[in-house]
Structure formats: C-alpha cells, structure tokens
Nanobody, 119 residues
Framework: QVQFVESGGGLVQPGGSLRLSCAVSGRTSNIYKMGWYRQAPGKQRELVATVTKGGSTNYEDSVKGRFSIFGDNAKNLVYLQMNSLKPEDTAVYYC?????????????WGQGTQVTVSS
C-alpha cells in the first residue's frame, strides 16, 4: 500500500503563488510516475501535471507556463509550484501515483489540500 499526504494549500489572491507538497510513504518502489490532480466543486477530478522518476513532466493546457511539478526521489516528496493563480484554479488538489504511459491513478486518494484563489 502507498499513502499520500498533501499540504500547502490555502487562500491566495489572483496572481499569487502557492507551493503544494505531497509526502509519499509505503511501497514506493513500483512508482515511476506521480501526478497532481484537482477537483473543483461540481466537477470531475482532473489531472493537472505529472512527473516521472526520470524527471519528465507533462501539464494540462490551462496550467502550462504557470505550474511546475518536481520531485525529490530521495525524500519521497512531490511538489507543485503554482504561480499566476487564477480563480478557476480553485479546487481540492490531490497527488497520486500514475500508471506509466497513461493518466490513470493507481493509489488510494489522500485527503487533499484546498486551494482557494479569490480577492
């Protein structure tokens, strides 16, 4: 089993920045790709960004150029740096392991961290 604990969310004004953290524990040896997902009220959960163990990244179109995902493999941490935040980024953000060559998560969901972008 693998567990994920997200942190770093909060209330921020439009144009502001936040850095989310994801602590990964348990059986991490079979994880080769990690992702950040988000779920806004009334909407389905969507994949925002992924990073492989080798450092390759991919982003959903609406966050390209604003968000950056990176990991610390030695510490089993994954981060999401979010800049130029917009109200439409408001959501609960989750991290999860992702099946390689897909966008499909395969771990259990953590509690997530709330990000609210509002003036």
């Amino acid at each position: 089993q693998v567990q994920f604990v997200e942190s770093g969310g909060g209330l921020v004004q439009p144009g502001g920045s936040l850095r989310l953290s994801c602590a990964v524990s348990g059986r991490t040896s079979n994880i080769y790709k990690m992702g950040w997902y988000r779920q806004a009220p009334g909407k389905q959960r969507e994949l925002v960004a992924t990073v492989t163990k080798g450092g390759s990244t991919n982003y959903e179109d609406s966050v390209k150029g604003r968000f950056s995902i990176f990991g610390d493999n030695a510490k089993n941490l994954v981060y999401l740096q979010m800049n130029s935040l917009k109200p439409e980024d408001t959501a609960v953000y989750y991290c999860n392991a992702v099946i390689l060559n897909s966008d499909v998560p395969f771990g259990s969901w953590g509690q997530g961290t709330q990000v609210t972008v509002s003036s």
